[in-house]
Each structure stands twice: as C-alpha cells, then as structure tokens.
C-alpha cells in the first residue's frame, strides 16, 4: 500500500529542533523515513504541507484522570457516580485530549479499575494510547478512598498489589501522602509506614510494574524515595510551614533516576473558587510554590516528565497539557527539556520508549503539528494545526483535516 508523507518547516524530534525543512514518511501506522532538508516524496505519496509548520512526536500526559469528567468535585462524584457512565466520560476524555496534540496518556487513578476494563474491550486506532494504574492503593479512609483501592498492613498491600497486577495494569499509583481534595487526610504527613510502602514496591516489582507515588509533603517524598519508587507525582514537600523543595534533595532525587511529575497547568480562562484556593493555600500549594518546585527540580538535573492532572475540575480539563508545558517554561525550565519531558522523556516512564516519543523511522505515527515555532514560543501548543494517531488524521480531530 502506497504511503503519505507529511512536510514541515523544522521538527522537533524529541529531544532537539531540526530548521530547514524535513519530511517524514508514513506507511500504515509507522514512519518509514525522515528526511531532512526540502527533500521530494517517493512518486504517488500524497503529501501534506505545513511550510511554517513544526512536526513533533504526538504529545504524552502522563498524569490523568479518564473517569473524572472535569466538573466540580470530578473525582469526588465518581463515589456515586454510575457504571455505565464510566465509558462515556473515558471516551469523551481522550477525545478531548486528541484534539490537543496528545496521543498517549498515563492515567493514574480510575475507579475500581474501570479505565483497565475499557482498555481491555475496545481496541481502537484513532484515540490514544493508554497506560494505567487502575484504582490508586491508599490507606483506610486515605486520599481517594472511594476510587477503590484502600488497603493496610503489609499482607493486605501486597495483595492489593496482586489484584492491580491480575486486573492488567501497567504501573502500580500508591498514595504516600494525603491529597488537598480528600478531607480528613494531611497533605503534610505520610499514609503509609516505610515496611508497607516497602511492601507495595517489592510487590510491584516482582509482578515487573514501576510504582509511582503521589506525594505532597516533604516525609512522603523522602519515604518513597527512600523505598525505591520509581516514579514521584506532585513533589511539593510540603510541610507545617509551608511548601519548597530542598536544594539537597532535589540533587538525591536527580541522583536516583527516578521521574517527578510536577503536574503544573490550569487553564487561565477558569477562576478557581475561592474555597479550592483556600484549601490549597491551607497545603501551601500556591502557583508561585508550584513553579519554584519545579524551577529547583530541573536545576538539580531530576528526570521531569509532563503530567496536568487532567480531569480534576474545571481549571483542569481534559487536553490542558499544553498549558503544563506552557506553565514549565515559566517556571524557568528550557523549551527544548518542558518539550522532551512530554515526548520523549514522557515515552521512556510510560515503558514507550522503543515505539513512542521521538520522530524515527521505525517508531510509531503519532505526531503533531503546530504553527510555528514551540521552542520560541510554548503558546503555539494551544493551536494544533494536525493530529496524526497510527499515521492518520482521525476523522472530527481537527476542522478540514482529513487524510
């Protein structure tokens, strides 16, 4: 079957801009070539043209919510919210996610496995791929106890963690420390003793699966590091007085290899009510802390991947990881890294590595184009000019985009 080519002014292969033209070759659902310089198309390929255009890797968020609809309280609504509902809101989030240039997401924290099941039923080409957690481990009445995934002791973590490993998951999500929009649970204490989280990552590890943990307060950061995760969500380290990353421990968690998703990005055109900001505040959880976290995390050389957080409430709609690469590059963070932390690097922590995250030939057809120059300026994300999933423009992504 003949192929389609698409051609663009530069290209940001995953790790670096290219100028001066390039063409990137499609076959089915990978690429075949990419050729740079304004080189011509194997005779009969159709061939797009974007002539101020930059052409990246398809973009991955690597922290989501697919059950949580992005209203009020989204998660908190999951508790009641019916069964039958789930694969509506899944769907409809991972559209909305396609129309922003994202062609992989990390979901970590559906209800009781609801995103693994969907997974599992559908096989689709023309909506992202999806890595998942299933239902978050979390201590007895911890953060988000009503997603499913409460546990204590080690006997019971170690079976909660046989049972996410049953249902499929690609990753285990443990919550280390209490979270803003649970109460009764402290964003400023762990959840969990060192022999239960110890536990959960033995347990993990034995069944293959990285563990992540989501982590606000300084004990739970240093805990989960401490046990060996291989992942931390958030990382404010928060404590009584405040929230700010040591300089010293940015440098052992930099030193650790292990990845940190600062989940920066709201979308500027939603107030947040006052009484989220005021629970926030309360966690020393202020935009400014967020950014100064994130700004010591990537001097100190951490591993930072891209995640939004996406579908907690309207502030953070499903497709807003734009904004977090927008957010990152004001956090002082270079273009080129904020870019490479939602591609490439985001493909390595989601175990993508060999197929996803970089513009290769040999690596699957999910790319994006932009108007524009991203590394010049971050905002061009906001405006996709194509979307291609497994070498296609899905039909309704985008108006007048078909191929």
Not at 64 to 82: F, M, N, Y
Not at 94 to 105: D, E, M, N, P, S
Not at 146 to 172: C, F, H, K, P, T
């Given at each position: 079957m003949t192929g389609h080519a698409v051609r663009a002014a530069r290209l940001f292969d995953g790790e670096r801009l290219v100028d001066g033209g390039v063409l990137v070759l499609l076959d089915g659902c990978?690429?075949?070539?990419?050729?740079?310089?304004?080189?011509?198309?194997?005779?009969?390929?159709p061939v797009r043209e974007h002539p101020d255009g930059t052409l990246l890797p398809g973009l991955i968020d690597?922290?989501?919510?697919?059950?949580?609809?992005?209203?009020?309280?989204?998660?908190?609504?999951?508790?009641?919210?019916?069964?039958a509902?789930?694969?509506?809101?899944?769907?409809?989030?991972?559209?909305?996610?396609?129309?922003?240039?994202?062609?992989?997401?990390r979901d970590?924290?559906?209800?009781?496995?609801?995103?693994?099941?969907?997974?599992?039923?559908?096989?689709?080409?023309?909506?992202?791929t999806v890595v998942g957690s299933g239902a978050p481990i979390t201590s007895v009445g911890?953060?988000?106890?009503?997603?499913?995934?409460?546990?204590?002791?080690?006997?019971?973590?170690?079976?909660?963690?046989?049972?996410?490993?049953?249902?499929?998951?690609?990753?285990?999500k443990v919550m280390a420390s209490g979270g803003v929009f649970t109460p009764g649970t402290d964003t400023t204490r762990p959840q969990f003793t060192d022999q239960e989280l110890t536990a959960a990552v033995t347990q993990a590890h034995d069944f293959g699966l990285p563990v992540t943990a989501h982590a606000h307060a300084l004990s739970a950061v240093e805990q989960a590091l401490r046990v060996g995760v291989d992942g931390i969500e958030h990382c404010t380290?928060?404590?009584?007085?405040?929230?700010?990353?040591?300089e010293e421990l940015a440098d052992r968690l930099a030193t650790s290899g292990v990845a940190v998703c600062a989940t920066l990005g709201t979308d500027p055109a939603v107030i947040t009510p006052p009484e989220v900001v005021e629970m926030a505040a309360r966690a020393g959880l202020s935009e400014a802390a967020l950014r100064a976290a994130a700004a010591t995390l990537h001097r100190a050389g951490v591993r930072l991947v891209?995640?939004?957080?996406?579908?907690?409430?309207?502030?953070?709609?499903h497709g807003i990881l734009?904004?977090?690469?927008?957010?990152?590059?004001?956090?002082?963070?270079?273009?080129?890294?904020?870019?490479?932390?939602?591609?490439?690097?985001?493909?390595?922590?989601?175990g993508l590595g060999r197929s996803k995250g970089r513009v290769r030939a040999g690596f699957d057809a999910d790319l994006l184009v932009v108007h524009g120059d991203p590394t010049s300026d971050m905002t061009v994300l906001r405006r996709p000019l194509a979307v291609y999933v497994n070498g296609a423009i899905p039909a309704g992504t985008l108006p007048g985009n078909t191929i």
């Open positions: 990978r690429i075949t070539d990419v050729r740079r310089g304004w080189a011509q198309a194997p005779e009969g390929w690597a922290h989501v919510h697919l059950c949580a609809d992005a209203g009020p309280d989204a998660l908190g609504r999951l508790a009641e919210r019916p069964d509902d789930l694969d509506t809101v899944v769907e409809a989030s991972l559209r909305a996610h396609l129309a922003a240039g994202v062609t992989t997401v970590l924290g559906d209800r009781r496995g609801a995103v693994l099941r969907w997974r599992a039923r559908e096989v689709r080409d023309d909506l992202p911890g953060h988000c106890w009503w997603l499913g995934g409460e546990a204590s002791g080690v006997d019971g973590i170690r079976e909660a963690v046989r049972r996410q490993a049953a249902a499929g998951a690609d990753l285990l380290c928060v404590t009584a007085t405040g929230a700010q990353v040591p891209a995640g939004s957080d996406a579908g907690l409430g309207p502030a953070k709609p734009p904004e977090t690469l927008v957010e990152y590059v004001a956090s002082g963070i270079p273009a080129t890294a904020a870019l490479a932390a939602a591609t490439s690097v985001g493909a390595e922590v989601c």
